[in-house]
């Protein structure tokens, strides 16, 4: 069993989690059952499946529970895209968020065989 607290994977997807809540506090009341949601719900489960994966015994649930980790980084890219399209998200000051969120990807894939 792995310390999740070790990767530095696990570290820039809870760092990704902690931008997301806090860029999504600016979001109109209105998204707050639909963008802000969807966008919070999927960007900690990233860092939650990075952890349950180190929890897991076995490399086949360790890698299954990478590629989950995977696609809720690919479902927060469209909401960053969709919430910069319909003005909600800026380009400049989150700047360091969307490179995070691109990183962790490659991050990822980088550990699945």
Not at 69 to 81: K, M, N, P, V
Request: hydrophobic letters at 40%.
């Amino acid at each position: 069993m792995k310390d999740f607290r070790d990767l530095r994977v696990w570290e820039r997807a809870h760092k990704l989690a902690l931008g997301v809540y806090r860029a999504t506090r600016n979001f109109p009341g209105g998204e707050l059952y639909e963008l802000t949601s969807q966008a919070r719900r999927c960007s900690a489960p990233i860092a939650a499946n990075i952890a349950e994966s180190c929890g897991r015994r076995g490399n086949g649930k360790f890698y299954r529970f990478l590629q989950i980790a995977s696609g809720s980084a690919s479902e927060l890219d469209y909401h960053f895209l969709l919430a910069r399209d319909l003005g909600l998200l800026g380009n400049e000051p989150n700047v360091a968020l969307y490179k995070r969120l691109a990183e962790l990807p490659r991050m990822l894939t980088s550990l699945i065989p």
